[in-house]
């Protein structure tokens, strides 16, 4: 058996016990940031310039964040907790308020070495928004300091140090070496861990250096681990078994499996978060990425809306600090959370806010996606109807809006038995498809619009034949859509939401294929563990067999993730 299957078999057992009794007892680098993508990752936006208020105060303590501490050299309690809000901050992916932090550290105590080392720390590449990352140049006055007052430094922050110095080179002020930068300073990270064995935070720091070399890169799509992140996970993991409320280890292990098939791994974790950090709007928002993996949609949904009620909270406290109030990719994952589990009318509810606080242009199609959602949730719920009466704006050169469009269209004509119009969808579908801006990824972490539009293009092929009784030809559109949505690079929400397994599955049920469908339903459940529609059709697939064994399980498992559905769905797709 490979070696990272016994990694994960202890946590796997976890998991399933949770999973059972559940059943049963009914988830700002301070450099500029040139982004054309405002507010569409995971984490707060990022801004560079920060000034103290009229009292020279660049932050007050906020609630909510723990206690986690890591003990440095000062003769100042303020400068000590200053410091530890900072670091819990950076390792939450606030590193807006974790500059402030460190700032307002180095205020308390200006011969404060690892003050600054924290500053250096949060001036670094953001692990979501590394690609747009340009080095401020003001960092090399901040090393200066750093260096200036190490003498009176540990010998462990000595060593923190010359890593740090190993992430800015001042011969490189463009920073055209960053990725060398990056690789040099993780590698210095790793050999003190090999020097001080029990620093939790050293093999944190190391572990959030490597994550920023791999960002959203740790699993293929086959479920096998890639080089690096089994050594990641066990770091993590060695530290939550010392320290189950350490703040990074929660974090990172949450982003280190959610893309597995075996997300559910990071259960415990997504309830930590909530409770440990509940006013850290990031940390509480990771744990909806656990949520939504592992089937708790209701959790997801509520979870978003905390950390949103976070970030105004925090905005208030630290006027003119946060100059964002609202965060899209909460909303978005709220509504793909509300969606997956049935909830119709919260999920188009989240939908339009995230609508409207995107602003589409021809060239960024990732907007157009966020701006487009409100049709997922009306496929998904199969309302026609609305679809056909939408008259949503869409300009005539955001060519992905417009596919996703045709997509939901054509499928409300075909599953009205509207032949005709539902061709022609698709015929638009595909001439859209050749405009060369969908070839370019949303983000380099992501797949491209041309690979969703190859899916949507394949699943409306499929309906319309499916519709027409020819049903081999719909079976290997299918096919083709499964294999198109196999390809897709791992995000959160997914950036195609209708899985392909759930329509063939309910096409080979439809044909007395059940034995079939079995399959399909389980690889899909493989895949996305514990989503109902899928749960929904293994239960139909299994009694058409007249299996009996799993019968109960299955039920309990859809029951569960509909547990507050709108309706609960007929099939696995309307």
Same mark, same amino acid.
């Given at each position: 058996m490979k070696k990272w299957l016994f990694i994960f078999l202890p946590a796997a057992l976890v998991f399933t016990a949770i999973v059972q009794k559940r059943y049963f007892d009914n988830h700002y680098t301070i450099a500029t940031v040139q982004s054309d993508i405002p507010g569409i990752s995971c984490g707060p936006a990022n801004y560079n310039v920060i000034l103290p208020d009229e009292n020279g105060k660049y932050i007050t303590l906020l609630p909510g964040w723990g206690n986690h501490s890591y003990t440095i050299t000062?003769?100042?309690?303020s400068a000590q907790v200053y410091f530890d809000q900072g670091l819990t901050m950076y390792y939450s992916y606030h590193p807006r308020e974790a500059m402030a932090s460190f700032k307002e550290a180095a205020r308390f105590d200006s011969s404060c070495t690892m003050a600054y080392w924290g500053q250096a720390l949060a001036k670094g590449p953001p692990y979501n928004f590394g690609h747009q990352y340009v080095m401020d140049k003001n960092i090399f006055g901040i090393i200066s300091l750093m260096n200036k007052y190490v003498t009176m430094a540990s010998a462990r922050e000595k060593d923190l140090v010359a890593a740090?110095?190993?992430?800015y080179d001042k011969s490189d002020i463009d920073d055209k070496d960053r990725k060398a930068h990056n690789i040099a300073y993780a590698a210095a990270l790793k050999q003190l861990i090999s020097r001080y064995s029990n620093d939790n935070d050293i093999k944190s720091l190391y572990t959030d250096a490597m994550m920023l070399i791999h960002p959203w890169d740790f699993w293929y799509n086959n479920g096998e681990p890639k080089p690096w992140t089994m050594e990641l996970i066990q770091y993590t993991r060695n530290i939550l078994s010392e320290d189950p409320h350490h703040p990074a280890a929660l974090h990172y292990f949450i982003h280190l499996t959610e893309a597995s098939h075996q997300p559910g791994v990071a259960l415990q974790n997504a309830d930590s978060l909530k409770k440990l950090f509940p006013s850290v709007a990031h940390m509480v928002h990771m744990a909806s990425h656990e949520y939504e993996r592992s089937g708790y %949609?209701?959790?997801? =949904?509520? =979870? #978003?809306q905390k950390a949103d009620s976070n970030v105004v909270q925090y905005s208030n406290l630290t006027k003119g600090l946060i100059q964002s109030v609202h965060v899209p990719h909460y909303d978005a994952v709220s509504a793909y959370?509300? *969606?997956?589990g049935g909830m119709y009318t919260i999920a188009m509810e989240k939908a339009m806010e995230c609508r409207s606080h995107v602003n589409p242009d021809a060239r960024n199609t990732y907007q157009q996606y966020l701006y487009m959602f409100p049709y997922f949730p009306m496929v998904r719920s199969g309302k026609w109807q609305n679809i056909l009466s939408d008259s949503t704006y869409i300009a005539n050169d955001w060519t992905y809006a417009k596919i996703i469009r045709d997509f939901a269209r054509g499928m409300a004509y075909a599953r009205s038995k509207n032949i005709p119009d539902a061709v022609k969808c698709l !015929?638009? *579908? &595909? /001439? !859209?498809? #050749?405009d060369t801006i969908l070839r370019i990824p949303f983000t380099p972490y992501m797949s491209s619009p041309f690979e969703c539009a190859s899916i949507a !293009? /394949?699943?409306l092929a499929a309906a319309i034949f499916s519709e027409q009784k020819n049903y081999p030809a719909a079976i290997k559109a299918f096919e083709l859509a499964i294999k198109a949505e196999d390809g897709l690079l791992y995000t959160e929400p997914k950036i195609w939401m209708l899985p392909a397994r759930q329509y063939l599955g309910a096409l080979l049920l439809q044909i007395?294929?059940?034995a079939?469908? !079995? &399959?399909? %339903?389980r690889d899909d459940i493989r895949r996305n563990p514990g989503n109902g529609w899928s749960l929904l059709g293994l239960y139909q697939s299994l009694q058409q067999q007249q299996k009996t064994t799993e019968l109960f399980s299955a039920k309990q498992g859809y029951t569960q993730s509909f547990a507050h559905a709108d309706a609960v769905p007929a099939a696995s797709v309307y």
């Open positions: 000062t003769n100042s309690d740090m110095n190993r992430r %949609y209701m959790e997801g =949904v509520d =979870v #978003n959370c509300a *969606l997956s !015929e638009q *579908l &595909k /001439h !859209e498809k #050749n !293009e /394949h699943i007395q294929q059940p079939e469908a !079995e &399959k399909i %339903y």
